[in-house]
């Protein structure tokens, strides 16, 4: 199985700041038949189903802002909120759909400073 | 537009059955490959299963693989989870998803005596 590391378990940034979560997977996820990353990035705020923001590890989801952008290859993986908005609390989670059993990260609690 | 309805949770006595249901609407569900996730209380995400578009091809996680059985009715535009032998540890939301933007909101389910 591939494991999903994120860093950090919990960040906080001021608003208007950056915020960067990271992405560890224990195997490579890229796909050398196409070249993309089978990676995804999703958001959670409580009592709500993941929302789904980036896909293919850069491809940002239709109706997301685009303060939110993925970045990296193989096995290393970064979520930029690049200027926090109160409404950006929530967790966020890794997921690669490069094999099965598809795996998520622990998860990643964005907080306001 | 797309929608995903579970129903069919509940509580239920450790080594009993419950069968989740997703009613899908707004897209062809004929078409696409289906999935179910879960997420204990307070805890992260978890993949649980997925199936074929056509039902042929399903997968399981381990913790599940042998209790758990997903299925699907293309007529009735309808996902399904068999769960058999419910321990405490299956106490969690189940969510069911497309794989990609598109969630339930989730149902419910608790094992205890």
């Known amino acids: 199985d591939i494991v999903m590391t994120q860093s950090p378990d919990s960040l906080a940034v001021s608003l208007g700041e950056r915020a960067t979560i990271n992405c560890k997977s224990s195997q490579s996820v890229l796909s050398s038949s196409n070249n993309k990353n089978y990676l995804t990035w999703y958001q959670q705020k409580p009592g709500q189903p993941p929302k789904l923001l980036i896909y293919?590890?850069?491809t940002r989801e239709s109706g997301v802002p685009d303060r939110f952008s993925g970045s990296g290859s193989g096995t290393d993986f970064t979520l930029t909120i690049s200027s926090l908005q109160a409404e950006d609390v929530a967790v966020y989670y890794c997921q690669q759909y490069y094999s099965t059993p598809v795996t998520f990260g622990q998860g990643t609690r964005l907080e306001i400073k | 537009e797309v929608q995903l309805v579970e129903s069919g949770g509940g509580l239920v006595q450790p080594g009993g059955s419950l069968r989740l249901s997703c009613a899908a609407s707004?897209?062809?569900?004929?078409?696409?490959?289906m999935h179910w996730v879960r997420q204990a209380p307070g805890k992260g995400l978890v993949w649980v299963s997925h199936?074929?578009?056509?039902?042929?091809?399903?997968n399981y996680a381990d913790s599940v693989k042998g209790r758990f059985a997903i299925s699907r009715d293309n007529t009735q535009n309808t996902l399904y989870l068999q769960m058999n032998s419910l321990r405490a540890e299956d106490t969690a939301v189940y969510y069911c998803?497309?794989?990609?933007?598109?969630w339930g909101q989730g149902i419910l389910v608790t094992v205890s005596s």
């Open positions: 293919w590890a850069s």
């Open positions: 707004g897209f062809t569900f004929s078409s696409y490959w």
């Open positions: 199936i074929s578009s056509d039902g042929d091809t399903t």
């Open positions: 998803s497309r794989g990609d933007r598109y």
